[in-house]
């Protein structure tokens, strides 16, 4: 049995992010397109002597302890399958933190991906993400990853085909959103029909292969919220515009912008001003990646 696993927890970008309705219960019903990028967090597993979960990460303030979701990835199998043996977790953070890339749930879909094969408990893919969802309405996701229809609350997924290759510009301003604020100060209700992102027809862009049909049809409701509290968002959308952006939009609940770029030569330009140059007073964390399509 191998003892070592290294692992790979990549990030989502949010191309489409529609609410359709709050529902009774509280929740609300979403249609999003999300999509994998090339900027992962490293996640080493060792197998260990001593029994119990341990976690080791490169960021101070994140929990390691039971609130850090590879924690809790790794203790939903070890107690279902009875395991004795300890795990040591190497967590190396990379993907900005509540940033709106799906963090912290991606760490723990590569966990279950990892333990599965780890310890051969032989689920399967379905297996795995009716699990995951009990951690977190995007694990089900970060374990299919590529580019994906979301719908329901998150846990209806249909797999789409790759959306072509582009370079992606990320900028994290040095804001905290919290998700719950933005959607509670989401009225829905109040949107008119053109405020809501052109979700079927990103979908057919994305059927058709065709990238600036993509861009030109990215949006994302609860960027009404942010930009009115957090102008910064919108500053940062404008400045990847003017460099040379296709596209660019906040991602997920936010405060992470993405600029999707075809000539790279501008990507670059735009990483390096925004990162060490004159305009980097407008985001704290900038990585420049690309599109990531898993082979399925
Ligand atoms: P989403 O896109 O799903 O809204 P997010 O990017 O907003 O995710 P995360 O980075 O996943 O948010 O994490 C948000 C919170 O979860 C953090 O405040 C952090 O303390 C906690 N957390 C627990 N485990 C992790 C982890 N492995 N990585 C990052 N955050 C974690």
């Not at 049995?1 to 309705?21: C, E, P, Q, S, W």
């Amino acid at each position: 049995m191998t003892t070592h696993f290294k692992l790979r927890a990549y990030g989502k970008i949010n191309l489409g992010l529609d609410v359709l309705r709050k529902r009774e219960d509280g929740y609300h019903e979403v249609k999003m397109i999300m999509q994998t990028v090339g900027l992962f967090d490293q996640i080493d597993l060792f197998k260990s002597g001593e029994p119990g979960i341990r976690i080791e990460t490169n960021l101070p303030y994140l929990p390691v302890n039971e609130n850090n979701l590879v924690y809790q990835a790794a203790r939903l199998l070890m107690e279902e399958f009875q395991i004795k043996d300890g795990l040591n977790i190497r967590l190396r953070k990379l993907i900005p933190v509540a940033a709106g890339m799906a963090g912290g749930s991606s760490d723990a879909a590569a966990v279950l991906v990892g333990l599965n094969k780890m310890f051969r408990l032989g689920l399967s893919e379905e297996e795995l993400m009716n699990r995951g969802v009990k951690l977190g309405a995007d694990v089900p996701y970060c374990i299919m990853r590529g580019t994906v229809l979301s719908e329901g609350i998150g846990e209806k997924l249909t797999p789409l085909p790759p959306v072509p290759q582009c370079q992606v510009l990320l900028a994290k301003p040095a804001i905290s959103v919290s998700t719950k604020f933005v959607y509670e100060n989401l009225h829905i209700d109040q949107f008119s029909s053109e405020e809501h992102p052109d979700v079927d027809g990103m979908v057919h862009a994305i059927e058709k292969g065709d990238l600036y049909g993509i861009a030109d049809r990215l949006g994302n409701v609860l960027e009404k919220v942010t930009v009115k509290k957090y102008p910064v968002i919108e500053e940062i959308k404008d400045y990847m515009r003017r460099a040379g952006a296709i596209g660019t939009l906040m991602s997920g609940s936010g405060p992470t912008v993405f600029g999707l770029f075809v000539n790279p030569k501008a990507a670059a330009d735009a990483y390096e001003e925004l990162r060490y140059g004159s305009r980097r007073d407008l985001a704290r964390q900038v990585y420049l990646t690309n599109i990531y399509n898993p082979k399925r």
